[in-house]
């Protein structure tokens, strides 16, 4: 494994710090930012700024084909471009789902009037999408998905409810998972299709967090009509086109947002031990742990630099994203927990302009639960690396070869 840039590679990369030191604040240099929440107009506001900067740069889209307003170069670019706008405060999460998921969908199901329509407004910043997939009954099986489309003329007609949408209070657009067929196993009926969240009949409710974000909500869907050119792939085959954009979200997702280490040390170097001698930094107990957190940082990225090696040689990287996802949730959860903890009462304040670095742990506690879930929760993912990385038996599955509609449910 050479973990060395190409030229081409270096270049590339003294190209994106660049613009990224013109355009981005260092990481942790603004602590108020880290624990501010994401779901404020404002930050909605910058992240479209600074989208619409990428996307003149070029810096948005880089694996993405020319005609797609891309830069058609291999996806260790991306991966470049993404290492170095981790060094910063880059306001970027909005566009995640959108860029990272469900855009990269249209694209590949989709024909060119489509494409023309969506593609370049959502890479500019000008409009953010969302996925609706998940639904009461339908997380980690998501292929039970309930809510159902009817057609109607040249329309579909969409009634039902997704849940846990990121973001559909600010979005555009979203690509939603419906059921079309409920005669059929229930893989076998699904249809996926673009919908305008701003449609008649979409009504968006925001659920409320323990840490006072609003980062999700339930849509409720009654008649909404969505034109049949709206569709992603044949009537039926709305699976296929799910498994595309779930496979970009393990890897999206993998990423960790929130304190790490270093700010866990940070705080430590400027805190009283348990003892009252010294700081908590010269604490014996806390740098056992603060060298376990460095070892496990240190071994997640050598098994991104493997994931990034498999991407330089052109090959699809394998199920270690799965491997980070788990490592980085627990990791940024025991980090937060040990300095909530430190910090004795002052770990409750949850408040980003009266004491940001508190607020940042605390945040980081309460969203860490989440990034355990989304994308896939720790048990699914262990599920995937016990079946396809050790090969052992598969799960259960009693649902085979039944169709949807005569599948035993309490709702
Ligand atoms: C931060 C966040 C953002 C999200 N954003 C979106 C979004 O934008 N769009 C969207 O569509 N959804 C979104 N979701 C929803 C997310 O995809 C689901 O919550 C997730 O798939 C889990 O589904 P569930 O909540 O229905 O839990 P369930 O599937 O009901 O699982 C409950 C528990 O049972 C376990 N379990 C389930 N099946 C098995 C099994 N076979 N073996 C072992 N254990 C199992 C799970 O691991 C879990 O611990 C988001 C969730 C979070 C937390």
């Known amino acids: 494994m050479d973990f060395n840039d190409t030229a081409e590679e270096a270049k590339f ?32 506001k910058a992240a479209k700024a600074y989208q619409k900067k990428k996307a003149e740069a070029g810096f948005a889209g880089i694996t993405w084909a020319k005609e797609q307003g891309g830069r058609g170069l291999p ?30 969908t249209v694209i590949a199901f989709s024909d060119d009037a489509t494409k023309d329509r969506y593609v370049a407004k959502a890479l500019r910043g000008e409009e953010i999408w969302c996925q609706l997939f998940s639904e009461p009954g339908a997380g980690s099986d998501v292929a039970a998905s ?54 008649p009949g979409v009504e968006v409710r925001p ?10 909500n339930e849509v409720y869907f009654t008649d909404v009509r969505v034109p049949d050119k709206n569709r992603l792939g044949e009537p039926g085959m709305g699976w296929n086109v799910a498994l595309v954009t779930l496979m970009n979200e393990r890897l ?24 009252g001698q010294g700081t908590l930094a010269q604490d014996e107990a806390f740098r056992q742990k603060l060298a376990d957190w460095i070892v496990k940082a240190e071994g997640y990225k050598l098994s991104k630099f493997r994931t990034m090696t498999a991407l ?3 090959q699809t990287p394998g199920p270690e994203s799965s491997i980070g996802k788990v490592i980085n949730a627990n990791h940024l959860m025991d980090i937060c927990n040990t ?35 989304a994308g896939g929760t720790d048990e699914i993912l262990k ?14 599955r009693v649902d085979k070869g039944v169709a949807f509609k005569d599948l035993p449910s309490g709702r």
């Not at 710090?17 to 107009?41: H, I, M, Q, V, Y």
């Not at 323990?210 to 980062?215: I, L, N, T």
């Not at 993998?254 to 003892?275: C, H, K, Q, V, W």
């Not at 909530?340 to 980081?364: C, K, T, V």
Request: aromatic share 8%.
């Open 207 to 216: 659920i409320h967090q323990a840490s006072g974000g609003r980062e999700f």
């Open 339 to 373: 300095a909530i903890e430190s910090m004795d009462h002052y770990g409750i304040i949850n408040d980003g302009e009266l004491a940001p670095m508190e607020a940042a742990f605390h945040q980081g506690y309460m969203w860490a639960p989440g990034l355990r879930i």
């Open 146 to 199: 309930k809510t159902k489309a009817v057609r109607d003329g040249d329309d579909w007609v969409i009634n039902g409810q997704k849940v846990w949408t990121t973001g559909a209070h600010f979005c555009d657009f979203g690509i939603v998972l419906v059921r079309t067929n409920p005669d059929v196993e229930k893989h076998k009926g699904l249809t996926m299709f673009i919908v305008d969240m701003k449609a």
């Open 13 to 44: 990369r003294a190209e994106a710090r660049a613009f990224l030191a013109a355009n981005c604040a260092p990481k942790g240099s603004d602590k108020e930012r880290l624990s501010r929440r994401l779901s404020t107009d404002e930050y909605v």
């Open 312 to 314: 330089s040689r052109g």
């Open 75 to 104: 996806p260790i670019y991306a991966v470049i471009f993404n290492q170095e706008e981790a060094k910063f405060d880059a306001p970027s999460q909005p566009f995640a789902i959108g860029l990272g998921m469900c855009v990269p």
């Open 252 to 275: 999206a997702v993998g990423g960790s947002t929130g304190p790490d280490y270093a700010e866990i040390f940070e705080l430590a170097r400027n805190m009283p031990g348990p003892t």
């Open 383 to 396: 599920n995937i690396i016990a079946e396809r990385v050790l090969g052992l038996p598969q799960d259960v």
